[in-house]
């Protein structure tokens, strides 16, 4: 929230550019800590806080630069954390063989500088001319709240937070405790640090082509149920993996949570922003991931006192899958049987006065004014609530 905060306050960019610079000094001040409560405030906290803030603006500006491909440049811009996630389990082996961890907290430290090149790429997009008088009021408007909690009207976004929450009780688990888990069984660390390296780059793959199936025409439409289907896949292999038994059978387990955990990745935001639309996305997605971020204190942490009382990684994984199970029938079924499916037939009318309104104010060609009626039927289809009653996005199901 406070990130979502920010970025309505001051925008995108200085936000990413100022959360580059803590996630930085967080990893380089850690270099030199001497306790791990020091660790827990430079590494955690500091490096976390500005994580925090590159990871919601680069989320928000994507959700406004694309509409059509959307889900396809969110299956693509997502497969940037499995890239580094191939990359940085045998690089972190490395880093510490060779330089220490001190070394390599400095190290990841000065690569963390990137976010600020990154941010800075960030150019705000201007709203067009010709609907600047259209829009201008709602702008003003909305520049008033820091924080948008009118979102919780939306049903399909309270069962969304729900069902997110209940998933990363347990999507989290298996990624933190595999390596753990094939230690366990006697393999090498570069070994077992190796799985992730296999989990990373199926990741790579499942995001852009899930993102590609999302955007389909008949798809798009249904795209809540695709997540679904991805939950109860990524649960149903948490409760496969817990049979595994030698270093083969994490290996195909690593494989099958690769292509669930990248349709989930990919779909997730998508889901969201469908739900809320681009004007409260910024306030939405803080209050999801505030949601979220409580799970994961609860999940991972009880997963790892459940496996010191047990001494079973078996209960750990089935645990996770029952969790990641559960959150997909609440979004399916909440979605079915809880949010009432509006036509767009309403809209028709008010975007064809829109559009005769702004014809009669500007001489326009005919090419303008085709333009300009995209642009209107754009904006009213945006448009979270009409006369006090939320309206579902007629692209979503939700």
């Known amino acids: 929230p406070l990130c979502s905060v920010c970025v309505n306050r001051f925008g995108c960019r200085p936000v990413m550019l100022v959360g580059g610079l803590f996630a930085s000094m967080g990893m380089v001040i850690a270099s030199f800590c001497t306790s791990i409560v020091q660790i827990y405030l430079t590494a955690g906290v500091i490096t976390g806080l500005g994580l925090a803030l590159n990871f919601q603006p680069s989320l928000i500006m ?139 780059f199926i990741d790579i793959f499942a995001r852009p082509i899930c993102g590609m199936v999302a955007g389909l025409k008949w798809v798009r439409p249904r795209c809540v149920y695709l997540f679904s289907f991805a939950m109860i896949f990524n649960g149903f292999t948490d409760l496969m993996g817990s049979m595994s038994v030698d270093y083969g059978g994490l290996v195909v387990f690593c494989i099958f949570f690769g292509i669930s955990y990248g349709m989930v990745g990919a779909l997730q935001f998508e889901v969201l922003m469908a739900i809320v639309g681009t004007q409260k996305f910024s306030s939405a997605i803080g209050l999801v991931l505030l949601a979220e971020a409580m799970a994961v204190l609860i999940g991972p942490p009880s997963a790892g006192k459940l496996l010191d009382l047990t001494r079973r990684y078996m209960f750990v994984f089935i645990i996770a899958g029952i969790e990641v199970t559960t959150s997909a029938l609440v979004l399916a079924l909440g979605n079915f049987f809880c949010i009432k499916k509006k036509p767009a037939e309403p809209h028709t009318k008010e975007a064809a006065a829109e559009r005769e309104e702004l014809n009669k104010s500007e001489d326009k060609t005919p090419e303008d004014t085709k333009v300009d009626s995209i642009e209107v039927e754009q904006f009213l289809k945006d448009e979270p609530e009409k006369n006090g009653e939320v309206v579902t996005n007629p692209e979503t199901c939700v």
């Open 62 to 200: 994507l959700n406004r630069y694309f509409d059509k491909r959307r889900p396809l440049a969110n299956g693509l811009s997502a497969a940037g954390s499995p890239v580094f996630l191939c990359a940085l389990s045998p690089l972190g082996q490395i880093l510490q063989h060779e330089y220490g961890w001190r070394g390599g907290f400095l190290i990841l430290g000065g690569m963390l500088l990137n976010c600020c090149a990154c941010g800075a790429l960030m150019r705000p997009l201007e709203p067009p001319k010709k609907s600047e008088a259209t829009k201008e009021p709602a702008e003003k408007k909305a520049k008033k709240k820091l924080l948008d909690f009118s979102v919780f009207k939306d049903g399909g976004f309270v069962i969304y937070t729900l069902a997110a929450s209940i998933m990363v009780l347990g999507l989290f688990v298996p990624p933190v405790f595999v390596v753990s888990y094939a230690k366990d069984l006697g393999y090498q660390d570069t070994k077992a640090a190796f799985l992730l390296t296999i989990l990373g």
